[in-house]
């Protein structure tokens, strides 16, 4: 399961865009210190192909797409690993193949900023700089074990190298992602996760008078930023979405129409980080269940039986593909196939976003 963990300086709203996320309804608080644990849970990836596809096939179940997001304490400046350990438990997330950064924008004086004022371009540049000194800690350490051993052997003064090399870049703050090594260089730590080679998507967290403004403190400055470090940016109002979460779905459709917003901002969020980590979906269909099932980009036909069932790779025969842009069209899957449209695909056939497929195995 890939996942994707959040991170942002203390009173963010970081725990809140979680609990929309994912509706686990963790605590949330008004203090710095007032978070000490990770929080864990599923986000369900909003899509209106499978709403369709219940709606035609009218199921028992219909089960969406999932990600995992990890929700970690605030950063803090200044005390990241090797500087106090204050940051310490980011080491939770470090598997992570994804980090939403949530930024503050909002305006609340109840609300403390540990920096004393809204500034959502120097916060993001404050949190990249403790994602660099966390790597920097990380490969010092490494560094320590490697040279504490009683013999370095050749491959690890091969990795030894590599990593005194890595560390010299972080110490002129340039992350993972710009690492000047060569390929044979790169093959020696492929394995370690970085966080400053990570993915990123910012999430501007918004209060409801600048969401109807469509405007925040910084606001240009920071999508200058984004666009420079070629990540995502989504902005949210939180507490107007938690509002929002609350209502029935007539008074919620009501709500929205009001604010113009076809779309909440979470289920956005929820949707990008499926995108970038890399991940499509694929839909079986019945009465009993319609489902999207999680591929990587680029999976073949057998493979992807094999996240049906293992014997459905193991007896791999054809798929039977439709587009869903197809059925939605036509209406029902026996004008489809009237149309020509079903297509029996080999083992080697790369799955589509989108497709539905029915496999066809014997064992």
């Known amino acids: 399961m890939l996942s994707a963990g959040l991170i ?39 899509d209106r192909r499978l709403d369709f596809l219940a709606g035609l096939y009218r199921p028992r179940r219909a089960v969406y797409a999932q990600v995992k997001f990890s929700d970690v ?40 900023h540990v920096e004393g004022s809204v500034n959502p371009p120097r916060d993001v540049e404050t949190v990249d700089l403790e994602l660099i000194l966390a790597d920097m800690d990380f490969v010092e350490k490494r560094i320590q074990r490697i040279e504490g051993g009683k013999k370095i052997k050749k491959e ?22 710009r690492f000047n090594l060569d390929p044979e260089e790169r093959e020696v730590i492929k394995n370690y996760s970085f966080f400053t080679n990570k993915p990123v998507i910012l999430v501007v967290n918004t209060d409801e008078g600048q969401f109807r403004r469509g405007d925040y403190p910084g606001k240009g400055e920071l999508q200058g930023l984004a666009e420079k470090k070629g990540i995502r940016l989504i902005e949210v109002c939180g507490l107007m979405e938690v509002e929002i979460s609350q209502l029935s779905p007539g ?3 009501l709500f929205m129409a009001d604010l113009g917003i076809g779309e909440l901002g979470v289920e956005r969020l929820a949707r990008a980080a499926f995108d970038a980590l890399g991940l499509i979906s694929f839909f079986t269909i019945g009465d009993d269940e319609v489902r999207a099932w ?3 980009k680029g999976t073949s ?55 539905i497929i029915n496999f066809r195995f014997n064992v």
């Open 8 to 46: 942002g300086l203390p009173m963010a709203g970081k725990t809140t865009i979680f609990n929309l996320v994912t509706g686990a309804g963790a605590e949330t608080s008004k203090f710095p210190a007032g978070k000490s644990d990770t929080n864990v849970s599923m986000a369900t990836v909003p």
């Open 73 to 112: 304490p605030g950063l803090a400046r200044g005390v990241s690993p090797g500087k106090g350990g204050g940051n310490a438990f980011l080491d939770g997330i470090r598997p992570a193949d994804l980090l939403v950064h949530v930024v503050r924008a909002f305006d609340n004086p109840a609300v403390i």
């Open 156 to 177: 690890n003064l091969a990795e030894l190298n590599v990593m005194r090399k890595c560390l010299a870049m972080l110490e002129k703050e340039i992350p993972a992602s």
């Open 251 to 253: 008074d919620r459709g």
């Open 294 to 296: 999680t591929i990587e």
């Open 301 to 355: 036909a057998r493979r992807a039986a094999g996240k049906v069932h293992s014997d459905m790779e193991r007896g791999f025969i054809r798929a039977e593909t439709v587009k869903f842009s197809d059925l939605k069209e036509l209406g029902s899957m026996a004008r489809v196939r009237e149309k020509g449209l079903a297509r029996l695909e080999g083992r080697d056939y790369v799955v589509r976003d989108g497709d």
